[in-house]
């Protein structure tokens, strides 16, 4: 599902044209650049020794230290500096220890490098609306949206990372309680270099439980490393004007068949949504 943006007449407040969102896989996965060295040792032939027990396999750095201590990255391209980013940083789903967004420290094995990456961690308050008929905005597929969404800026948290200690930034209290609206939704990106700009922003945002699966705010720049959308919990009762117009607990979720009714077109499954223009997006912080 998606959401859509609305260029005139809109209903929300600088209203952005919503999708139903997609909750991303954020953080980062050594996993798949790790790779493990060490031979076995032959075992010995005579008949009263033992096997001479393998070494331990060992971890080969990702980004080994040279003799200064640390990894060049001095002639890093910006994109060789976000991958960095990508595969160090855990959102707020993926950070076990619960403490908010970090950057992962592993000494040895992703440097730390000489020279620090400049990293802004924001945080940014989407609200829904239903899209009311057809009022001629379409999404990037040629589909009408199901919802529009304004985008704002909470917080903001600039970082100077070089793997050499851990960064933890915390979650804004208000975005992130349990007993927000039903239709406003959290958003928290992670950017190498200066901030997003408002042509940056995503128009469009996927909506889980849709045939859009898997990462679908499209973020308009290649300095995003990586980014989690927290959606909101009923968008289904949301007006156009992003306030809840129902009790979500007698509200069918989208794409849940209610027990003893048979299905109806009246709660159809979102698909998508977006931001139409970029003018009437709320003006960063």
């Known amino acids: 599902m998606r959401f859509l943006r609305r260029a005139n007449g809109s209903v929300l407040p600088a209203v952005?044209?919503?999708?139903?969102?997609?909750?991303?896989?954020g953080g980062c996965s050594s996993g798949d650049d790790t790779s493990l060295s060490g031979d076995p040792s032959e075992s010995a032939t005579g008949a009263s020794e033992s096997p001479t027990p393998s070494p331990t396999p060992s971890i080969t750095p990702a980004y080994p230290t040279g003799a200064s201590g640390c990894h060049s990255n001095k002639r890093w391209t910006t994109e060789e500096s976000t991958e960095w980013v990508r595969r160090y940083v855990d959102t707020p789903e993926d950070n076990y220890r619960g403490d908010g967004l970090r950057v992962v420290s592993l000494p040895g094995y992703n440097g730390p490098l000489c020279q620090k990456i400049t990293v802004q961690i924001e945080f940014w308050k989407l609200v829904y609306g239903v899209a009311n008929g057809d009022d001629g905005n379409r999404l990037s597929d040629g589909r009408k949206p199901d919802y529009y969404f304004d985008i704002s800026r909470v917080k903001r948290v600039e970082l100077h990372v070089d793997g050499s200690a851990d960064d933890t930034v915390a979650l804004p209290t208000s975005l992130y309680a349990t007993d927000r609206s039903p239709c406003v939704g959290a958003l928290v990106s992670v950017t190498v270099g200066k901030p997003l700009a408002s042509r940056e922003l995503p128009k469009e945002v996927g909506v889980s439980g849709s045939s859009l699966q898997g990462d679908t705010v499209d973020f308009r720049s290649k300095r995003v490393a990586d980014h989690e959308l927290t959606e909101p919990s009923a968008p289904q009762v949301c007006g156009p004007d992003g306030?809840?117009?129902a009790d979500p607990a007698d509200v069918p979720t989208p794409g849940v068949q209610p027990t003893g009714l048979l299905p109806t077109d009246l709660y159809?499954?979102?698909?998508?949504?977006?931001?139409?223009?970029?003018?009437?997006?709320?003006?960063a912080r």
């Not at 952005?16 to 896989?25: E, K, N, Q, R, S």
């Not at 499954?269 to 003006?283: E, G, N, Q, T, W």
């Open 268 to 283: 159809p499954s979102p698909d998508y949504s977006f931001d139409i223009d970029d003018v009437l997006r709320s003006p």
């Open 16 to 25: 952005a044209a919503l999708t139903v969102a997609v909750l991303f896989a």
């Open 243 to 245: 306030k809840p117009t």
